[in-house]
């Protein structure tokens, strides 16, 4: 990576790392100078045949000249499988995708990861005493003058040709990740109807139970009430009409336990219809 140093101003370049795989990866940025440089992003999640552009910015120096211990510095670029078959997948539970990737790196081994170093380096713009030590052009019809003008239109074509590549990079990038983000938006909200839908059912299904238990409780009134009566049957009888009695009660038990399995009959019927529908 190559930097101009120009003193008073920072100096932007930026990167493409392409996803060429059939599944997302997870990807960081390291720098073995923090203080002299910033990433963004530093670390998040490529969708699988897509990438994703990364600036890294050196901060503006008080001088244009090389910074002592800048010949070592460098980038570290990591990338690592993601288990989730889709970015959206991964992000289910972070807050973002820098929070994604930590957790994949914190989670595979070490032998996984794929590195890549690059180095630094660094480009002085040329000082006025040079451009006047500079040997004079040839005198052949001023055609030195003309050389070093194309020469630099040329170098000017392609500065602006490579800032306009950048620019197109960083565009496609935040094209992506809004369609990603509008992409998440509508898996949220199906699922959300499908919660909404689960309630309503669970809702539907609890007032069922609850007709079921009303039905129950009608029945055991039922039940106590010809209990009642059937006690009350017995009493002040005499002696000779309790035989009578008694079998007026056998009879009356008789006829209760027939109206009990009869109820029983029809709540299992109501049991049945509730469970197949």
Known sequence: VKFDLVAGRSVERVIRLQNNTTHPVAFKVKTTAPKRYFVRPSSGLIEAKTGVTVRLVMQAQKTSARPVGAEKDKFLIQA?????????????????EEKAARAVFDSVERTSIQERKL???FAAPPSSSMLAAAPPPPAAGGRGEASRGVASGMGG???????VEALRLLLESEKQ???????ELRQEKKRALELEE??????RELRDNEDTVKALEELQGQFKALQAEARSKGKGESKDGEKTAALA????GSSLNSTLLLML?????VLFFRLTT
């Open 80 to 96: 690592s499988k993601v288990g989730a078959a889709s970015v959206s997948e991964a992000l289910r539970g972070f807050e973002s």
């Open 119 to 121: 180095a630094c380096s």
């Open 157 to 163: 074509s392609r500065e602006g040709g490579s800032e």
């Open 177 to 183: 990740l809004t369609e990603r983000l509008a992409s």
């Open 198 to 203: 689960k309630q309503d059912r669970l809702q």
């Open 249 to 252: 009660v056998t009879g009356g």
């Open 265 to 269: 009959i029809t709540l299992l019927c």
